[in-house]
């Protein structure tokens, strides 16, 4: 059977260029750590892949070939860009520096002591499921898990539910939990509503005692509070949210401000 003559054909090749990298070596006992071979690695070979070799067997072939793809800027680009020149194919490669590949984070220069040396002389690159961003606090890493509620339900029940479920799960050694976010805020803002309100009080105590020099005098005023509290208590209830704290600062407020204008009666 005779081959076609394809040197009369024209061809153009159009589609993703690899650059693929081979490793020779020896592999001559098993890692102790994990049951993988350890490689004595003696060279390097790297090979068009892809739409490269494609280009590269239809040039081989005698066909005047062209190929059109898109490669990044960096230096896995120029050596498909050589490699294609080597065996005689005319490629057309628009270079994109916003291509990401692992290959060209290795490619970056990091200085250090003896000179700018690439990252992955360094460090291990590549490419795998993780997040998209790395946070650290105080040098530990963070990992933020963000959710909402649909708005109806108790927040307080959601994070009491939240810490049920994170207290019954058992984390690996070095690993706690912490709650953060506007629950937070609210509860440290119950914290101090709270504090305030006992301090409010203690003062209104020491007022009343000041102006009507009798203990009992100043207890029978203050037995209003709980007074105040029935219809601030009785709205929260029915509009379903539980803020006894806040309330509790305002009854105080008012008590303060009904003493603050009552005159003490002139015993004569």
Same mark, same amino acid.
């Given at each position: 059977?005779?081959?076609?003559?394809?040197?009369?054909?024209?061809?153009?090749?159009?589609?993703?260029?690899?650059?693929?990298?081979?490793?020779?070596?020896?592999?001559?006992?098993?890692?102790?750590?994990?049951?993988?071979?350890?490689?004595?690695?003696?060279?390097?070979?790297?090979?068009?892949? +892809?739409?490269?070799?494609?280009?590269?067997?239809?040039?081989?072939?005698?066909?005047?070939?062209?190929?059109?793809?898109?490669?990044?800027?960096?230096?896995?680009?120029?050596?498909?860009?050589?490699?294609?020149?080597?065996?005689?194919?005319?490629?057309?490669?628009?270079?994109?520096?916003?291509?990401?590949?692992?290959?060209?984070?290795?490619?970056?220069?990091?200085?250090?002591?003896? +000179?700018?040396?690439?990252?992955?002389?360094?460090?291990?690159?590549?490419?795998?499921? $993780?997040?998209?961003?790395?946070?650290?606090?105080?040098?530990?890493?963070?990992?933020?898990?963000?959710?909402?509620?649909? +708005?109806?339900?108790?927040?307080?029940?959601?994070?009491?539910?939240?810490?049920?479920?994170?207290?019954?799960?058992?984390?690996?050694?070095?690993?706690?939990?912490?709650?953060? $976010?506007?629950?937070?805020?609210?509860?440290?803002?119950?914290?101090?509503? $709270?504090?305030?309100?006992?301090?409010?009080?203690?003062?209104?105590?020491?007022?009343?005692?000041?102006?009507?020099?009798?203990?009992?005098?100043?207890?029978?005023?203050?037995?209003?509070?709980?007074?105040?509290?029935? $219809?601030?208590?009785?709205?929260?209830?029915?509009?379903?949210?539980?803020?006894?704290?806040?309330?509790?600062?305002?009854?105080?407020?008012?008590?303060?401000?009904?003493?603050?204008?009552?005159?003490?009666?002139?015993?004569?």
């Amino acid at each position: 059977m005779k081959a076609p003559a394809t040197a009369k054909a024209r061809v153009l090749v159009v589609g993703d260029v690899m650059l693929d990298r081979y490793w020779y070596g020896d592999a001559t006992r098993i890692s102790p750590e994990a049951p993988v071979p350890v490689v004595l690695w003696q060279r390097e070979e790297e090979r068009l892949g +892809g739409a490269a070799n494609v280009a590269r067997n239809c040039a081989a072939l005698g066909a005047p070939t062209t190929l059109l793809s898109v490669t990044g800027r960096d230096a896995a680009g120029e050596r498909v860009a050589q490699l294609l020149r080597e065996e005689g194919v005319s490629a057309s490669l628009r270079r994109d520096p916003k291509l990401r590949t692992t290959q060209k984070l290795g490619d970056l220069l990091i200085e250090t002591p003896v +000179g700018w040396i690439p990252a992955r002389q360094i460090a291990e690159i590549r490419e795998t499921d $993780g997040p998209n961003q790395i946070l650290r606090e105080n040098g530990r890493r963070r990992v933020v898990v963000l959710a909402n509620t649909d +708005g109806r339900a108790d927040m307080a029940e959601v994070v009491g539910a939240i810490r049920r479920e994170v207290a019954a799960t058992a984390l690996p050694e070095g690993f706690f939990t912490q709650l953060e $976010g506007t629950f937070q805020a609210q509860e440290e803002a119950s914290r101090t509503i $709270g504090m305030l309100s006992l301090l409010s009080l203690a003062m209104i105590f020491a007022i009343l005692y000041s102006r009507y020099r009798s203990t009992v005098l100043a207890l029978i005023v203050m037995g209003s509070i709980p007074l105040a509290l029935i $219809g601030s208590v009785a709205a929260l209830w029915l509009a379903g949210t539980s803020r006894l704290s806040s309330s509790m600062f305002s009854a105080s407020v008012q008590v303060w401000c009904v003493c603050s204008t009552t005159r003490a009666p002139v015993m004569r």
